[in-house]
């Protein structure tokens, strides 16, 4: 007759848009569970006009986010002295709205002394679904392959993600300073 309540280790299953930002694209991710990768690609904008934050903002973002609808918008917001790329983040989260949108800084220093390329190595590694999007290594004097901005933001997620594990765990390195306040309009 009496129902036995179980406790169960619960973990976070708020879904994710993570972004890694450029002046006329983003690559993007959306991850719903630690291990459990749902989208993935880099959205552009071919017009070079004025209004081509909005415009990637408006008819590349809105469409993710009526798709997903994610729980976060994530970014990595370093030191974007680019008047572009601060242009675009403030688009982006006007577009996020009612979506929690949060910035972090430092996710380059859970990737010390790895370039680019081997953080993305490393993601294809830990998500075999993706790691046949995985450009080969430029070579010197090559521009970066524009997927590689896919494979960054899977990093800035996955970061995001031990980060809100580390907090919620209570374990001494605690990452409030890696975490910041949500974008300023």
């Not at 879904?15 to 991850?31: E, K, N, Q, T």
């Not at 993935?40 to 986010?65: C, D, F, I, M, N």
């Not at 800035?156 to 300023?184: D, E």
């Amino acid at each position: 007759m009496g129902h036995k309540i179980r406790k169960t280790h619960h973990t976070q299953s708020t879904r994710i848009l993570a972004l890694d930002v450029h002046p006329r694209s983003f690559g993007y991710v959306v991850v719903e569970s630690p291990a459990k990768l749902l989208d993935w690609g880099v959205r552009r904008s071919y017009q070079k006009t004025k209004s081509h934050p909005e415009v990637l903002a408006r008819e590349r973002l809105r469409p993710l986010l009526k798709i997903w609808k994610p729980g976060a918008v994530v970014t990595r917001v370093g030191n974007r002295r680019n008047k572009d790329v601060q242009s675009l983040l403030r688009h982006l989260k006007k577009e996020a709205g009612a979506t929690a949108f949060l910035p972090i800084t430092g996710t380059r220093d859970y990737y010390l002394g790895r370039g680019k390329y081997q953080r993305a190595v490393e993601m294809a590694a830990r998500f075999p679904e993706i790691g046949w999007k995985l450009p080969p290594k430029r070579k010197l004097g090559d521009s970066e392959h524009y997927l590689i901005s896919m494979f960054e933001a899977l990093a800035i997620a996955v970061q995001y993600r031990a980060n809100a594990i580390r907090l919620n765990t209570g374990s001494p390195s605690s990452t409030k300073k890696k975490i910041r306040k949500p974008f300023p309009s």
